[in-house]
């Protein structure tokens, strides 16, 4: 059955029927991240949206949505092309619940692919970015296992990508079971360049034919 587009959806891609790029950013917020990570973190955000802003066919054709997850998971951010998005303030309080964060993200993503789809618009495999300091907590081993089965399907089938970065002592043993590519150590709190990294790859797949393979910049922002 086909779902009938809202009249938002079709003004939105009326005015902009660029193919997407969606990007999802998944970020840790437990209070192991409160004080100068997190401080970090906002300001990386805002780097990461002056620099798409920078590319003016990334700015129509990459969409940011952000995610933050601690003892909650919400949407703090939903898909918006880097004009219309505002960095958000985050703040750090909780636990940290990795599994429901990665099941909503990969919702999330059904959902706007659902939409493009009906308003005709291609896109690109979507990402999910996710940034975490710390191993799950307060969440069931049948959960997790349910969250890393269901990643390591949709990358099989290539409707997604998984990247995982392990802040300050992250168990990145433990984040590799939600993805199939090595997750790596951000060196020191280097967020501001991270995320620069993250939108020159968004920028390159941008600029890419749809399906094509990208190679991404090397990450001098991380280490194995």
Same mark, same amino acid.
């Given at each position: 059955m086909?779902?009938?587009?809202?009249?938002?959806?079709?003004?939105?891609?009326?005015?902009?029927?660029?193919?997407?790029?969606?990007?999802?950013?998944?970020?840790?917020? +437990?209070? +192991?991240?409160?004080?100068?990570?997190?401080?970090e973190l906002?300001?990386? %955000?805002?780097?990461?949206?002056?620099a798409?802003? #920078?590319?003016?066919?990334?700015? =129509?054709?990459?969409?940011?949505?952000?995610?933050?997850?601690?003892?909650?998971?919400?949407?703090?951010?939903d898909?918006?092309?880097?004009?219309?998005?505002?960095?958000?303030?985050?703040?750090?309080?909780? %636990?940290?619940?990795?599994? @429901?964060? &990665?099941?909503?993200?990969?919702?999330?993503?059904?959902?706007?692919?659902?939409? /493009? =789809?009906?308003?005709?618009?291609? /896109?690109?495999?979507?990402w999910?970015?996710?940034?975490?300091?710390g191993?799950?907590?307060?969440?069931s081993?049948?959960?997790?296992? #349910?969250? @890393?089965?269901?990643?390591?399907?949709?990358?099989?089938? #290539?409707?997604?990508?998984?990247?995982?970065?392990?802040?300050?002592? *992250?168990?990145?043993?433990?984040?590799?079971?939600?993805?199939?590519?090595?997750? &790596?150590?951000?060196?020191?709190?280097?967020?501001?360049? &991270?995320? &620069?990294?993250?939108? *020159?790859?968004m #920028?390159?797949? +941008? =600029?890419?034919? %749809?399906?094509?393979?990208?190679?991404?910049?090397?990450?001098?922002?991380?280490t194995?």
């Amino acid at each position: 059955m086909t779902e009938t587009p809202r009249l938002d959806e079709l003004v939105e891609f009326a005015v902009n029927p660029e193919p997407r790029c969606p990007c999802v950013l998944l970020l840790d917020t +437990s209070s +192991s991240m409160a004080g100068e990570p997190i401080a970090e973190l906002n300001r990386g %955000l805002i780097a990461f949206r002056d620099a798409l802003l #920078q590319d003016a066919l990334a700015a =129509r054709r990459v969409e940011v949505a952000i995610i933050a997850f601690d003892s909650r998971v919400r949407i703090v951010q939903d898909f918006v092309t880097p004009d219309r998005f505002e960095p958000p303030t985050l703040e750090a309080a909780g %636990l940290t619940h990795t599994a @429901a964060a &990665l099941q909503i993200a990969l919702d999330t993503l059904h959902a706007r692919k659902t939409q /493009y =789809r009906a308003n005709g618009i291609a /896109y690109y495999r979507p990402w999910i970015f996710m940034i975490t300091d710390g191993a799950p907590q307060g969440e069931s081993e049948p959960a997790l296992a #349910q969250a @890393a089965k269901r990643v390591q399907e949709e990358e099989a089938a #290539q409707h997604v990508s998984v990247f995982a970065v392990g802040v300050e002592g *992250a168990d990145t043993a433990e984040l590799a079971r939600f993805t199939p590519r090595t997750p &790596l150590h951000l060196n020191g709190l280097n967020f501001s360049e &991270l995320f &620069l990294w993250l939108s *020159a790859s968004m #920028q390159a797949v +941008s =600029r890419s034919q %749809l399906g094509a393979q990208v190679a991404l910049p090397p990450p001098g922002w991380g280490t194995v």
